[in-house]
Nanobody
Framework: QVQLVESGGGLVQSGGSLRLSCAASGSIFSGYAMGWYRQAPGSERELVAAIISSGRTNYADSVKGRFTISRDNSKNTVYLQMNSLKPEDTAVYYC????????????WGQGTQVTVSS
């Protein structure tokens, strides 16, 4: 069964840091891109960052220089290190599996809440 399980969300003050993790079943991790999307209340889901097996990455302009996506292929895990967090980063963050860096995901995790207080 395909599974993406996120962890690491929570409440943090503005300027703080959080690291999200996503453990994936092997069948959907190797050979595919992995990504993080987010959805704030009243907004559409948006791509935050994505990474392919080789390590090449793609970031939303709003998080460049603050967020870092990485993957550990030996652990089937993808991470999102979030630094210098802002209140506008508050959202539910979803781990995704997709074909490429900017393609529509074909599988989504259940989401983890990130709340940044001002």
């Amino acid at each position: 069964q395909v599974q993406l399980v996120e962890s690491g969300g929570g409440l943090v003050q503005s300027g703080g840091s959080l690291r999200l993790s996503c453990a994936a079943s092997g069948s959907i991790f190797s050979g595919y891109a992995m990504g993080w999307y987010r959805q704030a209340p009243g907004s559409e889901r948006e791509l935050v960052a994505a990474i392919i097996s080789s390590g090449r990455t793609n970031y939303a302009d709003s998080v460049k220089g603050r967020f870092t996506i990485s993957r550990d292929n030996s652990k089937n895990t993808v991470y999102l290190q979030m630094n210098s967090l802002k209140p506008e980063d508050t959202a539910v963050y979803y781990c995704t599996a997709q074909i490429g860096l900017s393609t529509t995901p074909f599988h989504w995790g259940q989401g983890t809440q990130v709340t940044v207080s001002s």
